[in-house]
């Protein structure tokens, strides 16, 4: 059980936007940036967002993240087909010390 | 290109040390802008930090696994490594290493990573 809520799964069409939400405390996502990380099936985590809302070299500007409070968002428009991954957020837990992951969220490109 | 690559038995026998790898090319492992860690992802399961190091040996280390864990630098050969003591079938996963942009502190920043490498302990 993350200390980070992820929705376990989410869906769109093609074409159509979808939000992923990573709710946390004020401990982590309330005083620390978040990231947001894409994984594509079989491979290995690749960094989609930084902190909060800041896109790599390389990321569509279809990508978009945002963070309010103790929530952070992670928004894709026109959702592709190669856009089915799973979306992880991450940010510092300042009462753990650590690193902490959400869940996860699979999505699926209808 | 900065490219990191896990290397270490794939087997693990329950009870024995766990040992990785994670070798650095394209790029120098000796930077203060970078510190260097090690995430592992069960089968089917999520992501789970492990610990990080910066090229002077300074470690944080995730509480949960701070008991069984060793993470070590060696700047002449580029290369980080993970020991992992005592483990159990819940030590079975996919190990990743990575690199870590720490221009923003505290960072999650995990920016470059190895392909990953699957270990197994049997029950």
């Known amino acids: 059980q993350s200390v980070l809520t992820q929705p376990p799964s989410a869906s769109g069409s093609p074409g159509q936007r979808v939000t992923i939400s990573c709710s946390g405390s004020?401990?982590?996502?309330?005083?620390?940036?978040v990231n947001w990380y894409q994984q594509l099936p079989g491979t290995a985590p690749k960094l989609l967002i930084y902190?909060?809302?800041q896109r790599p070299a390389g990321v569509p500007d279809r990508f978009s993240g945002s963070k309010s409070g103790t929530s952070a968002s992670l928004a894709i428009s026109g959702l592709q087909s190669e856009d089915e991954a799973d979306y992880f957020c991450?940010?510092?837990?300042?009462?753990?010390?650590?690193?902490?992951f959400g869940g996860g969220t699979k999505l699926t490109v209808l | 290109q900065l490219q990191l690559q896990e290397s270490g038995p794939g087997l693990v026998k329950p009870s024995e040390t766990l040992s990785l790898t994670c070798t650095v090319s394209?790029?120098?492992?000796?930077?203060?802008?970078?510190?260097w860690g090690w995430i592992r992802q069960p089968p089917g399961k999520g992501l789970e930090w492990i610990g990080s190091i910066n090229y002077r040996g300074t470690t944080y280390y995730n509480p949960s696994l701070k008991s069984r864990l060793t993470i070590s630098v060696d700047t002449s050969k580029n290369r980080f490594y993970l020991k992992l003591n005592s483990v159990t079938a819940a030590d079975t996963a996919v190990y990743y290493c990575a690199r870590i942009d720490v221009t923003v502190v505290p960072s999650t920043m995990f920016d470059y990573w190895g392909q990953g490498t699957l270990v197994a302990v049997p029950s």
């Open positions: 394209g790029g120098s492992i000796s930077s203060s802008n970078y510190y």
């Open positions: 902190t909060n809302n």
């Open positions: 004020s401990s982590n996502i309330g005083t620390n940036t």
């Open positions: 991450a940010v510092w837990g300042d009462s753990l010390n650590a690193v902490v």
